[in-house]
């Protein structure tokens, strides 16, 4: 790039009167430099993974470890509903960077969903649904993005406010370059239970369930046909604890452990 600046700019000198090529020529290098730094630092976030795979936040990924061994192998078949990039905050990345597990990812910002892609492995299935319950009638879901706190959008400003939470960046760079703040919007998401897309994949076993939808969990598992029995273990992030609870109690599953503030791990009992 610096060899093809020094290149025009030689050329550029010879046209009197004629400025514009060299700026355009700098915009051409500064786009192309760009693009190098965006690919470069895709790389480092995949190379930084391999080398680290316990990405969860609350280091639910090595509780997930200690609690459920018999998942530590590339036989487990693992779904993340609210999959977000594929990496950040991932509970389920660890299973397939480090054990050759796969599964399938569900994420519904079409953004978020392209980048899945580039993060994860060929081997799993990549949706791009809002998943719903079986009441639930409409073709599409109604969201606002908010990144990890991306969340249905209905008639609570307390939602809205809690999007923008997700998409707060920490690093002072962005405001000292003058860059403008991410922006919380809204958009629509094709509506599908889990149970529908478990059967258009074919899907006997799920040894993992992780659950992260800023609060629509009931309506999710409400969606999962439970009385199957084909869900083995379901992480979910909560702050309905009780009706969660309640509900999963009656298809047979009890509580493994409360692993963080909000997070819990339940198990089918009886497997």
């Known amino acids: ?17 004629n400025p514009m090529p060299i700026k355009k020529n700098i915009s051409f290098c500064a786009q192309k430099l760009s693009d190098l730094f965006y690919e470069f630092s895709i790389y480092l976030k995949k190379q930084s993974s391999s080398l680290y795979p316990y990405t969860s936040i609350n280091n639910l990924d090595k ?28 509970n389920t990345f660890f299973l397939e960077k480090k054990f050759k597990a796969k599964g399938m990812l569900i994420e519904a910002s079409p953004s978020l969903y392209e980048k899945c892609f580039i993060y994860r492995s060929k081997q799993n299935i990549i949706e791009n649904y809002a998943l719903v319950s079986p009441s639930y009638k409409k073709e599409f879901v109604k969201l606002i993005f908010g990144n990890l706190f991306t969340t249905q959008s209905k008639l609570n400003t307390d939602r809205f406010e809690h999007a923008k939470k997700g998409v707060i960046r920490k690093l002072p760079i962005r405001k000292f370059l003058g860059l403008p703040k991410d922006q919380v919007y809204n958009f629509f998401a094709p509506a599908i239970t889990l149970n529908n897309l478990i059967e258009k994949h074919s899907i006997n076993n799920v040894d993992l369930l992780s659950l ?13 046909s439970l009385e199957k029995g084909h869900i083995k273990n379901i992480l979910v992030e909560t702050s309905n604890y009780e009706n969660v609870n309640i509900y999963l109690k009656n298809f047979g599953y009890s509580l493994i452990k409360k692993l963080s503030v909000h997070d819990y791990l339940f198990t089918k009992r009886n497997q």
């Open 212 to 224: 992260d939808v800023e609060g629509d969990e009931l309506s999710i598992l409400e969606g999962c």
């Open 63 to 90: 509780q997930i470890s200690n609690l459920l061994p018999q998942l530590l192998n590339s036989k487990t078949f693992y779904i993340e509903v609210g999959a977000n990039d594929g990496i950040t905050q991932s």
């Open 1 to 17: 790039l610096f060899l093809t600046f020094l290149y025009y700019s030689k050329v550029d000198k010879l046209k009197e009167n």
